[in-house]
């Protein structure tokens, strides 16, 4: 089972960008999918969440500008990113939890938010 991460760039503040994560290989179904991220000499920290029912929870520096959203067909995770501050400057890391498999990680993408 692997988690592809994609869609990481250099953007000026105010902009926006999309990440995507893709869930493949051989696994039974995905519960949550969360994003994390990690900036330079900061701890990981949650950014965005979602669980199977769809239900969502946001970190309060992302709430409003960032949405995540899901398609279950394509076992992706999005993560709309808006109005983007240079201190969303990170690596993000997407994670999902699988069914009977657990919790897995992706290989991250970089985020940079020029000011």
């Known amino acids: 089972v692997q988690l592809q991460a994609s869609g990481g760039g250099l953007v000026q503040a105010g902009g926006s960008l999309r990440l995507s994560c893709a869930a493949s290989?051989?696994?039974?179904?995905?519960?949550?999918m969360t994003w994390y991220r990690q900036a330079p000499g900061k701890q990981r920290e949650l950014v965005a969440h979602?669980?199977?029912?769809?239900?969502?929870i946001y970190s309060d520096a992302v709430k409003g500008r960032f949405t995540i959203s899901r398609d279950n067909a394509k076992n992706t995770v999005y993560l709309q990113m808006n109005s983007l501050q240079p201190e969303d400057t990170a690596v993000y890391y997407c994670?999902?939890?699988?069914?009977?498999?657990?919790?897995?990680w992706g290989q991250g993408t970089l985020v940079i938010v020029s000011s």
């Open positions: 994670n999902a939890v699988f069914v009977i498999l657990g919790s897995r």
């Open positions: 290989g051989n696994f039974v179904g995905v519960n949550t």
């Open positions: 979602i669980s199977s029912s769809d239900s969502t």
